[in-house]
């Protein structure tokens, strides 16, 4: 296990090394861990924010075709026909570009970031033993940058506003007082997390769009999920978290404004109308039909005048 670990490892220094040298960078601009790692969150999510468009576009499709699922789930029903079910929910993905496991994409995309940046927070906390005491060797950062030289002083710390970004909610905090920033930090990960599913939501109802059912089951257990985890990372990670939701919110938002998300646009199957020359027609047999008289008229009339025959013969 330590080997593959090591291994894994040193297939990842050099994006440690570049990340690292990415956060010496902003915080050489402004001497400030919290916003050096905002500014990283943001580069990091410019990089992402294609793919985030692309995931929100993918699940607006994706509820765009619960009709036509619907539809096809009760033309194929039962364990016979379920390869044939499969075929063609296939084939209805790949005609309107939609993707089932599309809405997983950023979360997806964000695993590597997340393991990359705690690396990175942990070896500028790193600390080495000399002569029996623990001292500062911070990594993945360039030796001359003032990162570097400010880790030395601080003894490892990553301060900013008071805390220590390397600490966790559970870490041995100096009181109680000192631990809320951290649990602070975690609710507010969450929160953002339930108000950008809510984002969601809101616009499928305005749109009338149904939601498909594993969407629902992912949007209520996945940010419980990644709460466990906001507990047990540094709190710098956290911020990042932070950070990079509160951009796909803003994405989101953006996108809806302008109508590139919209799953009504150019997509609807309309009945064609009828032409013209069509209704023209309807209208004149309609009219005809009305004006022609009933066949129990024509006997009554024909009727009433061989009486008047017979009355004049008579006379």
């Not at 291994?7 to 570049?18: D, E, R, T, Y």
């Not at 793919?51 to 075709?65: G, P």
């Not at 602070?184 to 984002?199: D, E, G, K, R, W």
């Amino acid at each position: 296990m330590k080997s593959f670990s090591h291994a894994v490892g040193s297939v990842f220094q050099p994006i440690f090394h570049l990340f690292g040298a990415i956060l010496a960078f902003f915080y050489g601009l402004i001497p400030n861990y919290a916003i050096a790692i905002i500014l990283l969150t943001i580069v990091i999510m410019g990089a992402l924010t294609p793919f985030t468009i692309k995931s929100t576009k993918s699940m607006m499709a994706m509820q765009k075709l619960q009709p036509e699922i619907k539809k096809l789930q009760q033309k194929y029903k039962g364990p016979e026909n379920r390869q044939l079910l499969n075929e063609e929910m296939m084939k209805l993905y790949r005609e309107e570009g939609a993707n089932p496991v599309g809405g997983c994409l950023p979360v997806l995309l964000q695993a590597p970031f997340l393991f990359i940046l705690y690396s990175v927070i942990k070896g500028l906390a790193n600390k080495v033993l000399i002569h029996g005491v623990a001292v500062a060797q911070p990594r993945y950062i360039p030796t001359s940058s003032k990162m570097y030289k400010s880790l030395i002083a601080s003894h490892g710390q990553i301060k900013a506003f008071g805390m220590d970004l390397n600490l966790k909610p559970f870490s041995a905090h100096g009181s109680v007082a000192a631990a809320i920033p951290f649990f602070v930090f975690v609710a507010i990960a969450v929160v953002l997390q339930y108000f950008q599913m809510a984002q969601m939501n809101n616009r499928n109802k305005k749109t009338g769009q149904a939601m498909p059912s594993q969407q629902q089951a992912m949007q209520r257990f996945l940010p419980i999920i990644f709460a466990y985890f906001y507990l047990v990372i540094p709190a710098a990670v956290v911020l990042y978290m932070i950070i990079s939701t509160l951009i796909r919110i803003i994405t989101q938002d953006l996108m809806f404004r302008a109508g590139v998300s919209n799953p009504n646009k150019g997509g609807q199957r309309m009945i064609p109308a009828p032409e013209p020359k069509e209704i023209q027609t309807k209208e004149a047999t309609t009219k005809e039909s009305k004006q022609e008289p009933k066949p129990s008229t024509f006997k009554s009339q024909a009727q009433s005048r061989s009486k008047a025959k017979r009355k004049r013969k008579a006379r």
